[in-house]
């Protein structure tokens, strides 16, 4: 596989975001949103994905932080499918379960070219270091219409909101980093009947 490295610049009237990946990094992270939480949250993207992410974000926090959390998700997303390129020789699907003391997720992914996002976690507070838990989905929504994946999201069990949000994040990494691994058996097939995805 040849580089799988992505920059994306999104500017609006609402907000201006760079994001700059490496798909086979060892989890650099630099990252300035204005949003503390979700910047915690994306850390763990980077460091259980093995990806190298760095992301400035400059929003209408004086609003609140919706239009940053949804166009950072829209942009990190536009990165990845620029990165993962025509997706011959990859694993395609991606699973992980990951546990933080109570909490226990479970995180799906297919890289099929299909937009599709099941998310279901019952979050036991509406907000979390700040961060109003609505939010995660508006991200999710705007990294799956860009990068084009099928993502289920499912928390299976969790008391603390923070470990709920946690496990979901290690896991998103986690099951990343097994669906864009190469298949060494695919020897740069297209990992579908189809011939494209």
Same mark, same amino acid.
């Given at each position: 596989?040849? @580089?799988?490295?992505?920059?994306?610049?999104?500017?609006?009237?609402?907000? =201006?975001?760079?994001?700059?990946?490496?798909? &086979?990094?060892?989890?650099?992270?630099?990252?300035?949103?204005?949003?503390?939480?979700? /910047?915690?949250?994306? *850390? =763990?993207?980077?460091?259980?994905?093995? !990806?190298?992410?760095?992301?400035?974000?400059?929003? &209408?926090?004086? !609003? &609140?932080?919706?239009? +940053?959390?949804? @166009?950072?998700?829209?942009?990190?997303? =536009?990165?990845?499918?620029?990165?993962?390129? &025509?997706?011959?020789?990859?694993?395609?699907? #991606?699973?992980?379960?990951?546990?933080? @003391?109570?909490?226990?997720?479970?995180?799906?992914? @297919?890289?099929?070219?299909?937009?599709?996002? *099941?998310?279901?976690?019952?979050?036991?507070?509406?907000?979390?270091?700040?961060? /109003?838990? /609505?939010?995660?989905? *508006?991200?999710?929504?705007?990294?799956?219409?860009?990068?084009?994946? +099928?993502?289920?999201?499912?928390?299976?069990?969790?008391?603390?909101?923070?470990?709920?949000?946690? +496990? !979901?994040?290690?896991?998103?990494?986690?099951?990343?980093?097994?669906?864009?691994?190469?298949? *060494?058996?695919?020897?740069? =097939?297209?990992?579908?009947?189809? #011939?494209?995805?």
């Amino acid at each position: 596989m040849s @580089d799988r490295i992505a920059s994306v610049e999104r500017n609006t009237l609402e907000t =201006q975001i760079k994001v700059s990946i490496n798909l &086979d990094g060892t989890g650099k992270f630099n990252c300035v949103t204005g949003v503390p939480f979700l /910047d915690h949250m994306l *850390e =763990q993207v980077a460091r259980h994905g093995l !990806i190298d992410l760095d992301i400035h974000a400059v929003g &209408d926090l004086h !609003i &609140d932080a919706h239009h +940053t959390v949804e @166009d950072l998700g829209i942009t990190l997303g =536009q990165a990845f499918e620029i990165a993962v390129g &025509d997706k011959k020789g990859i694993k395609r699907y #991606g699973h992980a379960y990951v546990p933080l @003391d109570e909490a226990l997720s479970r995180v799906v992914i @297919d890289f099929s070219g299909r937009p599709g996002l *099941e998310m279901h976690v019952p979050f036991t507070r509406g907000s979390v270091g700040g961060f /109003d838990v /609505d939010l995660f989905s *508006e991200f999710f929504h705007g990294f799956i219409n860009h990068a084009k994946v +099928t993502l289920h999201l499912d928390n299976l069990r969790g008391k603390n909101t923070h470990h709920q949000a946690e +496990t !979901i994040f290690k896991a998103f990494g986690r099951a990343l980093r097994m669906a864009l691994e190469a298949d *060494e058996r695919m020897a740069g =097939q297209m990992p579908s009947t189809k #011939g494209s995805l």
